[in-house]
Protein backbone atom coordinates (compact mmCIF):
# COMPACT_ATOMS: atom_id res chain seq x y z
CA UNK A 1 0.00 0.00 0.00
CA UNK A 2 2.94 1.97 0.33
CA UNK A 3 3.63 2.29 -3.14
CA UNK A 4 -0.21 3.10 -3.88
CA UNK A 5 0.16 6.23 -1.55
CA UNK A 6 3.48 7.59 -2.88
CA UNK A 7 1.32 7.22 -6.44
CA UNK A 8 -1.61 9.16 -5.23
CA UNK A 9 0.36 12.02 -3.39
CA UNK A 10 2.72 12.79 -6.45
CA UNK A 11 -0.87 12.54 -8.32
CA UNK A 12 -2.35 14.75 -6.26
CA UNK A 13 0.58 16.97 -5.71
CA UNK A 14 1.21 17.14 -9.40
CA UNK A 15 -2.59 18.01 -10.78
CA UNK A 16 -3.40 20.11 -7.82
CA UNK A 17 -0.82 22.51 -8.62
CA UNK A 18 -1.29 22.37 -12.82
CA UNK A 19 -4.93 22.93 -12.08
CA UNK A 20 -4.00 25.90 -10.25
CA UNK A 21 -1.59 27.00 -13.00
CA UNK A 22 -4.37 27.06 -15.34
CA UNK A 23 -6.83 28.39 -13.63
CA UNK A 24 -4.97 31.51 -12.61
CA UNK A 25 -2.68 32.34 -14.97
CA UNK A 26 -4.70 30.85 -18.40
CA UNK A 27 -3.20 32.67 -20.82
CA UNK A 28 0.42 31.64 -19.51
CA UNK A 29 -0.19 28.06 -19.71
CA UNK A 30 -1.96 28.58 -23.08
CA UNK A 31 1.16 30.19 -24.29
CA UNK A 32 3.27 27.73 -22.94
CA UNK A 33 1.37 24.79 -24.98
CA UNK A 34 1.62 27.10 -27.77
CA UNK A 35 -2.11 27.73 -28.35
CA UNK A 36 -4.13 31.33 -29.15
CA UNK A 37 -7.15 32.19 -27.24
CA UNK A 38 -9.62 34.17 -29.02
CA UNK A 39 -11.27 36.11 -26.52
CA UNK A 40 -12.45 36.26 -22.83
CA UNK A 41 -15.26 33.55 -23.39
CA UNK A 42 -12.08 31.18 -24.40
CA UNK A 43 -10.13 32.21 -20.86
CA UNK A 44 -13.64 31.41 -19.48
CA UNK A 45 -13.46 28.07 -20.59
CA UNK A 46 -9.95 27.22 -19.95
CA UNK A 47 -10.33 28.45 -16.32
CA UNK A 48 -12.79 26.11 -15.74
CA UNK A 49 -11.23 23.13 -16.95
CA UNK A 50 -7.77 23.73 -15.29
CA UNK A 51 -10.36 24.44 -12.45
CA UNK A 52 -11.34 20.84 -13.10
CA UNK A 53 -7.87 19.77 -12.88
CA UNK A 54 -7.01 21.10 -9.79
CA UNK A 55 -10.03 19.35 -7.79
CA UNK A 56 -9.14 16.17 -9.38
CA UNK A 57 -5.72 16.69 -7.72
CA UNK A 58 -7.54 17.58 -4.71
CA UNK A 59 -9.43 14.80 -4.30
CA UNK A 60 -6.90 12.81 -4.91
CA UNK A 61 -4.27 14.13 -2.24
CA UNK A 62 -8.07 14.09 0.10
CA UNK A 63 -7.83 10.23 0.15
CA UNK A 64 -4.72 9.18 -1.53
CA UNK A 65 -4.58 7.50 2.36
CA UNK A 66 -7.74 6.32 2.77
CA UNK A 67 -9.47 2.85 2.28
CA UNK A 68 -10.23 3.63 -1.01
CA UNK A 69 -6.60 4.32 -2.15
CA UNK A 70 -6.26 1.54 -4.39
CA UNK A 71 -9.63 2.76 -6.08
CA UNK A 72 -7.88 6.39 -6.15
CA UNK A 73 -4.85 4.63 -8.11
CA UNK A 74 -6.57 2.74 -10.37
CA UNK A 75 -8.82 6.68 -11.01
CA UNK A 76 -5.49 8.13 -11.58
CA UNK A 77 -4.10 5.51 -13.40
CA UNK A 78 -7.08 5.74 -16.30
CA UNK A 79 -7.15 9.43 -16.30
CA UNK A 80 -3.37 9.39 -17.54
CA UNK A 81 -3.68 6.82 -19.58
CA UNK A 82 -6.69 9.14 -20.93
CA UNK A 83 -4.53 12.03 -21.26
CA UNK A 84 -2.42 9.77 -24.01
CA UNK A 85 -5.39 8.35 -26.00
CA UNK A 86 -6.51 11.76 -26.47
CA UNK A 87 -2.79 12.63 -27.94
CA UNK A 88 -3.02 9.73 -30.16
CA UNK A 89 -6.17 10.57 -31.53
CA UNK A 90 -4.54 13.79 -31.86
CA UNK A 91 -1.91 12.32 -33.88
CA UNK A 92 -4.20 10.49 -36.22
CA UNK A 93 -6.98 12.74 -36.88
CA UNK A 94 -4.75 16.25 -37.14
CA UNK A 95 -1.64 14.75 -37.61
CA UNK A 96 1.81 16.19 -36.97
CA UNK A 97 4.07 19.41 -37.69
CA UNK A 98 7.43 19.73 -37.05
CA UNK A 99 6.77 21.91 -33.64
CA UNK A 100 5.03 18.52 -32.04
CA UNK A 101 7.45 16.04 -31.49
CA UNK A 102 7.17 16.47 -27.39
CA UNK A 103 3.87 14.81 -27.89
CA UNK A 104 5.62 11.24 -28.22
CA UNK A 105 7.60 12.03 -24.64
CA UNK A 106 3.94 12.78 -23.19
CA UNK A 107 2.34 10.16 -24.92
CA UNK A 108 5.42 7.75 -23.79
CA UNK A 109 5.96 9.29 -20.41
CA UNK A 110 1.78 9.02 -19.78
CA UNK A 111 1.21 5.10 -20.80
CA UNK A 112 4.49 4.24 -18.21
CA UNK A 113 3.04 6.45 -15.83
CA UNK A 114 -0.35 4.44 -16.31
CA UNK A 115 1.10 1.55 -15.76
CA UNK A 116 2.80 1.75 -12.81
CA UNK A 117 -0.82 2.96 -11.33
CA UNK A 118 -2.48 -0.29 -12.79
CA UNK A 119 0.33 -2.55 -11.51
CA UNK A 120 0.34 -0.62 -7.86
CA UNK A 121 -3.21 -1.38 -7.62
CA UNK A 122 -3.12 -4.52 -9.26
CA UNK A 123 -0.48 -5.31 -6.11
CA UNK A 124 -2.32 -3.90 -3.62
CA UNK A 125 -5.02 -5.58 -4.62
CA UNK A 126 -3.78 -9.48 -3.91
CA UNK A 127 -1.86 -8.35 -0.70
CA UNK A 128 -5.74 -7.53 0.74
CA UNK A 129 -7.24 -10.80 -0.93
Do not use: C
Not at 23 to 43: C, H
Amino acid sequence: MRGIKIYNIINGVFYTLYGLWGMILPQWILSFFDIQTYGVYALHNIRAMWAAIALVGVLTLWKARSDSAVMVAMLMALVVGAFAVGRLIGLVVDGMDSGSAATYYEITFELIWMVIGLFLAKRAVKRAS
